[in-house]
């Protein structure tokens, strides 16, 4: 079923007053598994209203709760990369857009999907320390808000496939400023550790900016969220 759904029908079914979607969503995915939750809390005419069965309803709820997470997780990692840029110089942060994307892979030529985008103003003269940084500021973000560590995130699979895009443009950075790394290792070890490093001890002592910039893009998906606008929202 189509996630947006269920979400676009909640003021419906709170104004019936029923319990609301929301309400079934505990914090750990586990717990909701192996829990049991009453089919008869909504009347029919809510399941039919979804477009869903009553025993499906629990699955649902499940998906609905990792689509936010996974929601939430991407929008942290976004905001990483424009408060850094923003921190540095706040004309180099430019705006940010949480939505799906088809972009195309600069060395190899694939196509992939880009669901979040942050668009940064970045002077020839820049040092390769600071784009660094930068790019690494992502993974920073989700490492400060999820307390997870360097070696521990880059050691998924899955999450270094979704900051392939970050290290590559460091990569270019890094080959434009002449230091290109002689081995993937190095490059992961030197150039990518010390970015995130410097990323996250830049934003260590204001999280709260962080989330709720992370916050602010949650809510405003599908569209560019300009610069002058989270400064307003989030009180940068």
Same mark, same amino acid.
């Given at each position: 079923m189509d996630i947006r759904k269920l979400k676009s029908v909640t003021p419906t079914i709170r104004s019936c007053g029923f319990p609301?979607?929301?309400?079934f969503i505990v914090p750990d995915p586990e717990k909701l598994r192996s829990e049991e939750l009453l089919p008869t809390v909504w009347p029919q005419s809510v399941f039919d209203l979804i477009g869903i069965s009553q025993d499906d309803?629990?699955?649902v709820l499940l998906i609905v709760m990792e689509? @936010?997470?996974?929601?939430?997780?991407?929008?942290?990692? @976004?905001?990483?990369?424009?408060?850094?840029?923003? /921190?540095?110089?706040?004309?180099? *942060?430019?705006? $940010?857009? $949480?939505?799906?994307?088809?972009?195309?892979?600069?060395?190899?030529?694939?196509?992939?999907?880009? @669901?979040g985008s942050v668009c940064t103003l970045d002077p020839d003269?820049?040092?390769?320390?600071?784009?660094?940084?930068?790019?690494?500021?992502?993974? *920073?973000?989700?490492?400060?808000?999820y307390g997870e560590s360097f070696?521990?995130?880059?050691?998924?699979?899955?999450?270094?496939?979704?900051?392939?895009?970050?290290?590559?443009?460091?990569?270019?950075?890094?080959?434009r400023a002449g230091l290109p790394p002689s081995t993937e290792n190095e490059f992961i070890s030197?150039?990518?550790r010390t970015g995130?490093?410097?990323?996250?001890?830049? /934003?260590?002592?204001?999280?709260?900016?962080?989330?709720?910039i992370a916050a602010h893009c949650q809510a405003?998906?599908?569209?560019? $969220?300009?610069r002058s606008e989270l400064v307003c929202a989030c009180n940068l």
């Open positions: 609301e979607p929301s309400a309803i629990k699955w689509v @936010e997470m996974n929601l939430q997780r991407l929008c942290v990692h @976004e905001a990483g990369h424009f408060y850094v840029a923003y /921190m540095y110089r706040p004309e180099r *942060a430019v705006s $940010i857009r $949480i939505s799906r994307q088809v972009g195309r892979d600069v060395q190899t030529g694939e196509e992939y999907v880009s @669901e003269y820049s040092l390769p320390r600071v784009l660094v940084s930068i790019r690494a500021a992502g993974l *920073a973000a989700e490492s400060l808000v070696d521990r995130l880059m050691s998924s699979p899955s999450f270094r496939y979704v900051v392939k895009t970050d290290i590559d443009n460091a990569k270019s950075d890094l080959e030197l150039y990518w995130f490093s410097d990323a996250k001890c830049m /934003m260590e002592a204001s999280v709260d900016k962080l989330q709720s405003n998906v599908d569209r560019d $969220i300009p």
